[in-house]
């Protein structure tokens, strides 16, 4: 998806977001994604014992979702 002739970078499995505006700061890791068969990507977040499905389109939505950057261990 192209925002103001910018790609955004794919998503991928093991990715990580908070929901905007959720003070709890909770961390839904992509666990899994598909194409529904209206054509329409989607993802499925989990954290620990909950589950959410949503559309790859929302996920790239800062106002629904943000990413939670992911560190890693540099040598």
Sequence with gaps: ???FGRKTPP???????TKANDHT???WE???LWTAVDGVPHARLVNQHETLMVSVGTL???EF???VPV???EP
């Design 30 to 32: 992509v666990s899994r």
């Design 25 to 27: 700061r909770k961390v």
């Design 60 to 62: 790239n939505d800062q």
């Design 71 to 73: 560190k890693r261990n």
């Design 65 to 67: 979702f943000v990413v």
């Design 11 to 17: 998503i991928q499995v093991g990715d990580r977001f």
């Design 1 to 3: 998806m192209a925002i």
